[in-house]
């Protein structure tokens, strides 16, 4: 794992509050837009890699975003 990646996995561990995302430091792995809240994949898929949003307000709380990747799906965009 890279320094600063392990940095911000180490933060988001202490910090989240979620739904069990913070034992894993809020990876979500890959996603397509439609999956993720409409406000959340707006901000996601507007970054491109290696970019951090700021935040971020959904139903679901405040977010942060860093987009480590971006691949095609066979059917649409995702990010992680």
Same mark, same amino acid.
């Given at each position: &794992? ?24 809020? $990876?979500?792995?890959?996603?397509? $837009?439609?999956? &993720? ?30 987009? $480590? ?12």
């Amino acid at each position: &794992m890279k320094p600063k990646r392990d940095r911000l996995r180490r933060i988001g561990e202490k910090i989240l509050t979620g739904r069990g995302n913070g034992k894993i430091g809020g $990876e979500l792995g890959y996603f397509t $837009e439609k999956k &993720m809240d409409p406000t959340f994949s707006k901000a996601a898929f507007s970054l491109k890699p290696g970019e951090i949003s700021g935040l971020v307000q959904t139903p679901f709380g405040l977010h942060i975003i860093k987009v $480590e990747d971006v691949r095609e799906a066979k059917s649409s965009r995702s990010r992680k």
